[in-house]
């Protein structure tokens, strides 16, 4: 999911749809067959991705038919090693995610925005509690930004996602900016490899500056009230970066005057989810292997109401 996100195998799917294989990051594999045609996996592709749109509109009453019908389509075929992969991970994210919302939505007069990769699924249509006033968290998505992507000069299409759905938001608004974990499961590793960097620490500190300034210009341009949630750190193997990332990062914020006058603020609150150790996962928090459920988000109402102004 979002370039290649892990997910574990033989998760379960939403009560009424059938259990399933989670598709993996793997690439196409020799030895690995699919009984589909490519016309048949391109339309397949084209249902899952209606799922992933209707969930993000917020359109839900038509979701739990809609994954009933088609999870059997995918069940036992090694989706996740064809170019459909990444659409059926965001299908089965949804179908998860489908267990956590209740039937019909709140309404609420308040908005706070959801503006991220994948994980900003997690959050998207639940209500948290702000200063005393109920607030529906509605989905912006920009799938698979990474924070490198938002550097001057660059032209890649997530970027243009980004733009788009950042322009989208109300000026004046609460907006809760949910990224950085796949510059710390791919991204960065990668360049440092490349001799991009000499560390990990400097690939990040880099990384992170680029996305200080976007955060920025954008807040100066809406006049947003910019949540800085953390990257989650699901993946084991990677969880030791995620947090050093998130440590930087709040260490880099704080050194920026701008987060004094109640413009930007870190949510902090990543270390609720870890061992107190922070090696291991606080298991209630799992949902299909690579993000959060929905019980997370009290971690986040509190972080947000212990600001000093918002």
Known sequence: LDDGA???EDETVPPGASNSTMPTA???QENRTCEYSQGDLDLMALWFAAVKMLFVQGVLSPLPNLVTLLDPLRKGKDLHFTLIRNEQAYFCAVGHLLQYIT?????TPNTLYVCGDSHSLTPSWHVVTVNGE???MKNCLVTGLKCWHLRKGAHFYPKYNYEAMTGLIPAGSTVMMIFGEIDCREGILFAVEKGRYASIE?????TIGIYIDALLELQQKK?????VHPALPMLDVTRHL?????????????QQPVTDNGNIHWLDFYKGLLSDDCKELNSQYLLDGTHCNPSYLALVQDAINNLRSL
Do not use: I, W
């Not at 039937?103 to 309404?107: N, S, T």
């Not at 006049?223 to 949540?227: D, H």
């Not at 995620?242 to 704080?254: I, Y």
């Open 223 to 227: 006049n947003f009230k910019l949540l």
């Open 202 to 206: 400097e690939g990040m500190k880099h």
């Open 242 to 254: 995620v947090c050093q990332f998130n440590d930087l990062l709040r260490e880099a914020l704080s």
């Open 134 to 136: 109920p607030h529906v």
């Open 6 to 8: 892990v997910l574990t």
């Open 103 to 107: 039937f019909p939505l709140r309404e």
């Open 26 to 28: 793997a690439a196409p």
